[in-house]
């Protein structure tokens, strides 16, 4: 099967979004919200519970997340209601053979597993997986629960054991960190403070007025990262697509006050322009799908590393103004390599969770 008719299949699942990712636009967020509003109430008793601890907020519990990861050439994306969850996807790999899921509203092993075999062998989404030749379906975001319950079962496991690749999502205290006290700290404010006395003319400036040169920073900081390092951890498609995407978001509102959706405008963005030219571009946004939550989202974070601490202080810069918006905790995603990880220990995380990469049976 084609693009076309894969997406086309999807399409035709009861209570399913999709979109041709090559397409992606401000039009096509507000289809989601659509999406999500007419599925609301089936989903009123996971958002009646306020959540206030950082570490139940999955980081991948957004549709902004959602946008950034999934709705990116050459995956095709989609949204599906099955059995009162909400459910992330796509179909990617050669030939789109394979399929890679989330269950951002779902926490439980046995729920997951008993959900998973459900929507696996419905008739609808079964005949895709058939059609399509699907040959790999992938678990995002795996609980440490369903890992543990698995590890531990004596019946035949649904995953593959060589296949669990552990991830860590770290979460931090703005108040502590931006405060700078105690020895902990004293890292980072060297950097700062070395940063402060080489003069440098920085000048906060509109992501739409330099989206061309903030383009320009994404795939120039990936080719200097895989010159000097041999690698990067960034997703050049993903990042464009976030700068093309939210640049002209700023003053774009909803006329629904029923359901508080978050909104594109709710994501924060810092592009900061150094001795005349532009040097770093930070992103983020709320997570959580149906309200915002205590947890902020920094999405990405780049910046020009020919300038001696910069990147500290250009994250430090933007931590102040998600905190301005009133946000008590902030989420800085995975650390793919042990230089990244150093550097994110600067700010001195409160908590770490765990998540997993498996590859179902």
């Not at 070395?194 to 320009?216: M, R, W």
């Amino acid at each position: 099967m084609n693009f076309d008719q894969i997406r086309s299949q999807i399409s035709c699942i009861p209570n399913t979004w999709t979109i041709d990712s090559k397409n992606i636009s401000l039009d096509s967020y507000y289809s989601i919200l659509k999406f999500f509003k007419n599925n609301y109430i089936l989903t009123s008793n996971n958002t009646s519970n306020k959540t206030t601890l950082p570490e139940h907020i999955p980081y991948h519990q957004s549709i902004f997340h959602f946008l950034l990861y999934y709705a990116y050439y050459p995956k095709i994306p989609f949204i599906m209601r099955f059995q009162n969850q909400f459910m992330f996807g796509s179909i990617y790999g050669k030939n789109h053979s394979n399929l890679e899921l989330s269950f951002p509203l779902l926490h439980h092993a046995q729920s997951t597993l008993k959900l998973l075999d459900q929507l696996i062998h419905d008739a609808s989404f079964n005949h895709l997986l058939s059609e399509a030749n699907i040959t790999q379906v992938l678990l995002r975001d795996a609980p440490d629960e369903l890992i543990q319950n698995q590890r531990s079962s004596t019946i035949k496991n649904v995953f593959e054991q060589s296949s669990i690749k552990e991830i860590n999502y770290q979460t931090y205290d703005m108040n502590r960190s931006l405060e700078l006290k105690g020895k902990e700290f004293a890292n980072l404010r060297w950097h700062l403070n070395k940063f402060q006395k080489e003069n440098h003319t920085v000048e906060s400036v509109f992501l739409s007025d330099y989206l061309k040169a903030v383009i320009h920073l994404i795939g120039s900081w990936k080719k200097n990262a895989i010159a000097k390092r041999g690698f990067s951890f960034i997703n050049v498609h993903s990042d464009k697509q976030a700068a093309r995407l939210f640049s002209t978001s700023t003053k774009i509102e909803t006329q629904d006050s029923k359901h508080k959706h978050p909104l594109v405008s709710d994501c924060l963005f810092s592009v900061l322009k150094v001795d005349g030219h532009i040097r770093s571009f930070h992103l983020g946004y709320p997570l959580g799908i149906f309200s915002k939550k205590p947890v902020f989202a920094h999405a990405i974070g780049i910046t020009d590393v020919s300038i001696p601490h910069l990147a500290e202080y250009a994250q430090y810069d933007f931590w102040k103004q998600i905190q301005k918006q009133g946000y008590r905790y902030v989420n800085d995603g995975p650390s793919w390599r042990s230089n990244l990880e150093i550097f994110k220990q600067k700010f001195r995380p409160i908590h770490r969770k765990r998540f997993y990469y498996v590859t179902l049976q």
